[in-house]
Structure formats: structure tokens, C-alpha cells
């Protein structure tokens, strides 16, 4: 009860952000294309401070172990989904936004703070597995999906900053190097930016739009089914019955983490590619939206059937 009870607090307060954004739009202080500039905030600024913060802790080997898991656990996600997503494009004609929406959720901004907030601090560092192998994802596959790029640039990939901050925060962690305090002060402060920058462009871009366009769009009941309850409940079936939520004393809680992250509501990054690329940026807002409504009951309801198999 008391995790639905956090669940549901962290959801409404995206929900907060969300309209803050849509006040500026529709009292007329910004408009829906100034939103570029905080997707450009977000991605390339709070996002690498939020990565490289995640890593400053002190190294066990019980901490490497249940990263391992962590990281384990997101990649055989990404596998599974990847193929679910292409799988159910085919057959039902979704597009690269719409694929995307279905991989990708928001495991960063939603998921460190509900963590932190349900297992303690300790455990935020483990929600870094599945946030880490999602960033790289997010700049190769995600992005190439989206902007129907048909091959990676290796060399962009390596240069792009937040591949760059996983290297130096993978870097940090495994050699225990001590930043000066002013540096994790700042670091710290600047990632804690990323969910209420992602949410506020949501809300610009929906303040342009016909509130009703939000829930007469069909295709976006579909997609959250899939999203939020078809993927999630194949990992926990997967997590469950192969034994991997018995591998260590604390695999069941780290990998509870990684279902958070798989059930959360679409990535708000895949909104900021679209505004950024010019991709349909307004549905992939109302997409985004609908999740996040649906996820009030959906989040609650997996973590659930998670703790009760």
C-alpha cells in the first residue's frame, strides 16, 4: 500500500510539471517552439549530471555484484522489448515514434526519486543499470529509429556527451576518484533538473494542441496497453520463473527496481527527439501524456503481481 501510495504522489507531481508547462503556452508567455531550447537543456546538460551523479558512491563488492544484476536485468529487457516492439509494428502498422514509445520509458526521472524515496538512497544506485544501458539505446537505436537513420556514426555515439558522462561516471565508480565537493554539489543540483525540464516541455507542446485531440486519438490506448502492461508483465513472468530474482539475497529488490523502470510511463526523451528532429512532436507528446495517466493504476498494479508471484 505504501509503494502505490508513493507511486501515485510521484505520477501527480509529473502531472504538476506537466501544466506548468501548458500555463506558459496557453497564457501566452512562451510558445510551443521555445520548448526546443529546454529539450536542448535536458538532453545535452541535466541528463550527464544526473548520469555521472548516479555513480558517486562507494565501491563493495555486494554494490558491483547488484550492478551486475541491475545491468543484467536492463539488458534483457531492451532484448526482449526491442523485438516485442518490431514484432507488433508489423502487425499493426506503428510507426518509428510509435515503436520507440513502446521500448522506451522514463526509468530516470520518474525512477531515481521513487526509489530513493521507497528502498532508501543506497539502493538509487542500482536504477543506474537500467539507466545507463537505456542512454545508449536512447543515442543509437532510439535515435535512429526516430529520425529514420539507417546506420550509426560510431564516432558521434563516442563524442556525444552523455555516453561520454557514462564512461566518466563508469570511470569514477570503479576507481573510487573523489570529484571536489563543489563539482558533486553541481552535478547534483543540475541533474535534479531533468524531470521537471522533460515535463515542462510535455505540457509547452500540449499547450498548443486541442485538449480533446488527447483522448480521441485511439492508436494511444493501444500503445499504452502494450507500454504499460503486455511488456512489463513478460519481464516480471521472465524475472520470476527463470530464477533470476534468486540469484543473490537482493536480487528480488534490485530487480523490483528494474520492473519500476520497464512499467514507468514512455520516455520523455523520445518527445524531446521528436521536437528537436521535427518528428511529430505533438503526438508523441499526447502519447507520452496518456501514459502517464494510465500509469496512476498500471505502476502500482505490476509492482503488485511482481511482489505476489
Not at 23 to 47: D, F, H, M, P, Q
Not at 258 to 283: C, E, R, W
Request: charged content about 10%; some cysteine; glycine content about 6%.
Amino acid at each position: 500500500m505504501e509503494l502505490s501510495i508513493l507511486l501515485i504522489q510521484q505520477i501527480c507531481q509529473l502531472f504538476i510539471m506537466i501544466f506548468f508547462g501548458f500555463l506558459l503556452v496557453r497564457g501566452r508567455v512562451l510558445t510551443a517552439e521555445n520548448s526546443k531550447v529546454l529539450s536542448i537543456l535536458l538532453l545535452y546538460v541535466a541528463c550527464p549530471c544526473a548520469i555521472i551523479n548516479s555513480f558517486m558512491i562507494d565501491f563493495t563488492s555486494d554494490k558491483l555484484i547488484g550492478l551486475g544484476i541491475s545491468f543484467l536485468g536492463a539488458i534483457l529487457v531492451h532484448i526482449i522489448f526491442i523485438p516485442l516492439a518490431n514484432l507488433f509494428g508489423k502487425i499493426f502498422g506503428f510507426t518509428p515514434i510509435e515503436k520507440a514509445t513502446l521500448i522506451y520509458s522514463n526509468s530516470g526521472n520518474l525512477i531515481i526519486p521513487l526509489v530513493g524515496a521507497i528502498l532508501g538512497n543506497e539502493w538509487v544506485i542500482y536504477s543506474s543499470g537500467y539507466m545507463v544501458i537505456q542512454t545508449i539505446l536512447l543515442w543509437t537505436h532510439a535515435k535512429s529509429l526516430v529520425c529514420n537513420e539507417p546506420s550509426f556514426d560510431i564516432k558521434k555515439i563516442l563524442l556525444n556527451i552523455n555516453i561520454i558522462a557514462i564512461i566518466i561516471g563508469i570511470c569514477l565508480f570503479m576507481f573510487q576518484l573523489q570529484l571536489p565537493s563543489l563539482l558533486v554539489d553541481t552535478f547534483s543540483k543540475v541533474g535534479s533538473m531533468m524531470g521537471p525540464l522533460a515535463m515542462i516541455v510535455i505540457g509547452m507542446l500540449i499547450g498548443e494542441m486541442d485538449l480533446r485531440s488527447i483522448f480521441v486519438e485511439k492508436r494511444t490506448y493501444l500503445i499504452s496497453l502494450f507500454r504499460l502492461v503486455v511488456f512489463p508483465l513478460i519481464m516480471i513472468l521472465i524475472f520470476k520463473f527463470t530464477g533470476m530474482s534468486r540469484l543473490t539475497v537482493d536480487a528480488d529488490k534490485i530487480l523490483l527496481i528494474t520492473i519500476l523502470a520497464a512499467s514507468a510511463p514512455p520516455a520523455a526523451t523520445i518527445t524531446q527527439f521528436a521536437q528537436l528532429y521535427n518528428k511529430h512532436p505533438g503526438y508523441a507528446s499526447i502519447m507520452n501524456v496518456m501514459g502517464v495517466i494510465f500509469s496512476i493504476i498500471t505502476m502500482p498494479l505490476m509492482i503488485m503481481i511482481y511482489q505476489l508471484l
